[in-house]
């Protein structure tokens, strides 16, 4: 067997080369944003009134300003799918509501001692506030902070890895591996507990605990002074927006006649920063020639790499065979190199495959792909998928309601994600190349096997289901074969859930009085509402009412 390359060190990141983000996950295009914590699409008012202008269901005839609009919306659509349609979207998208379920029986069982205070970081990291605090809750507020930082450590270092310097000189922070454990345990708990109690779906985190141990006792065994961290270039969030940037330069070099190359674009400033960061190390990796043509095959071959990177299944959905290899079995950022590093290795074999971006292209190069590097292929995982939904009735039901969006209430939200995702990857089974490749997907120049009006159904069918209008308030969307009443009913419950999911980080580590906010919600009603509305839900699920809590003042810890 040939000898495989080594990623190049350019390729790596070391602690010492990395910078501390201002903002983890930033909406740096302005035309549009998808919040990954709020599950919101927003567009900036002149792309609505743009759209909104264009006749529906029509792919051709639109006017430029329109092309335009729809270029934005389908760049921050494809964010909805990398969060909802993905094996890591769906991981990270449930981190958020882990961390308040996995704290929830410990933050009750803590209130008839230290009462409700906030935040519990200072009382858990100063001696002096613990005073008489029994032996036992102080266990349990040990368990809720380290649960809490160990989640979020993995999700900033999955999103951006040039986080890393203030995840290492945290205090709660132990090692890479255990952060990443203890993120995927609960979070595949989490789904076994509201939808997979069979098992058919997800992994069973109870058979890697033995294993989990041996990888943080590696990670630990020379301590922090005495080992080189290294993470990828690029982490998701890299991923997500060059993924989104090429596929809106695609939808607009067909929509557009084809007039323009792929150096018009640069000049148009579309290729530049965080945008282009994933595809000039996907160039680098690889040792391709940058295309002249957004049609090029060198340019499906990276949305395919992107789609790929996205989706693991070792780990999420079926056991790992070798846990202690975690990180770079599921961290998108290690598996986008990896796939870069395989095609580096015979770049004849793979650079001028994608000509038609044809299913049959799609599964055949995938699976190739996958395979070299024993990664399991979209074939697998759709096979998996459909086989697990099935064999449980559980899933069968969750496929239903979300046709019907009819949700079961217990753990709400985590049903409409596992939902929008089961119906997503059961779509990407039969048409894999339209959700790796939507820009040239949804114009008449797109492939031979996939009618624009067929794109046109399936794009509309998986649009965001919470996005804003022109007056900056939040609905949902509505669908043409849902029940206008009952999809309202799930977005008021969702959102419900969402703003406990916020005053229960708020609660655990952040300083000062609760912030209610959601006004980014709706503007429509008055603060006073608001604040009644986030504080009846805090109530149903904790006890105790907001105002009764009281705030500790900052201290040196």
Known sequence: ??????????????????????????????????????????????????LNSAPEGVVTGLTTEQIFAFSTYLHETIHWWQHVGTTSGLMLSLLYPAQAHIAHPDLIATLPEIGPVKPLRIINMSAELQGNITPETKARLNKILNNWHDIEFCRRLIIEPKSAPSVIDDPYFESVGHSYWIALANVLSLLISTIDPEHHLVADPRNWQDAARRLHARETALGPEGKKLQFPAVGAKQIFEGQARVSQIQYLHHAGGQRHNWSDFKDLGMLEGVYVEAFDTFLRATTLSEPADPKSPTVGLFLLVCDLALNPAEGLLVNPVDFESIVEIVDPGWRFIALCTEIRRNPSKY????????????????????????????????????????????????????????????????????????????????????????????????????????????????????????????????????????????????????????????????????????????????VSEREAWASTKFREVYGVAIEDFTVLASVEI
């Open 1 to 50: 067997m040939e000898a495989e390359p080594n990623p190049a060190p350019e390729l790596l990141l070391t602690e010492e080369a990395w910078g501390i983000p201002s903002d983890l996950y930033s909406c740096v295009q302005a035309k549009g944003m998808y919040s990954p914590l709020r599950f919101v699409l927003r567009l900036r008012p002149d792309i609505h009134r743009a």
């Open 351 to 526: 650079s001028s495959r994608i000509c038609g971006y044809t299913r049959e292209e799609y599964v055949e190069l995938s699976d190739e792909l996958s395979s070299a590097r024993d990664f399991m292929p979209p074939s697998e995982i759709a096979r998996h998928i459909r086989e697990a939904c099935g064999r449980s009735t559980e899933l069968s039901k969750l496929v239903q309601e979300d046709r019907t969006f009819e949700f079961g209430l217990p753990n709400l939200p985590v049903r409409v994600f596992s939902g929008r995702f089961l119906a997503f990857q059961l779509q990407k089974s039969e048409t894999p190349h339209f959700f790796c490749w939507p820009g040239i997907c949804m114009t008449p120049n797109g492939p031979d096997d996939l009618p624009p009006e067929r794109a046109l159904d399936l794009f509309e069918e998986h649009r965001a289901l919470f996005l804003d209008k022109e007056d900056g308030d939040v609905y949902p969307r509505t669908f043409k074969n849902r029940s206008e009443v009952t999809v309202h009913n799930v977005f008021n419950t969702f959102y419900a859930w969402v703003s406990t999911y916020e005053l229960t980080r708020q609660w655990i580590v952040s300083p000062g009085d609760f912030e209610y906010g959601f006004s980014w919600l709706s503007s429509q009603y008055p």
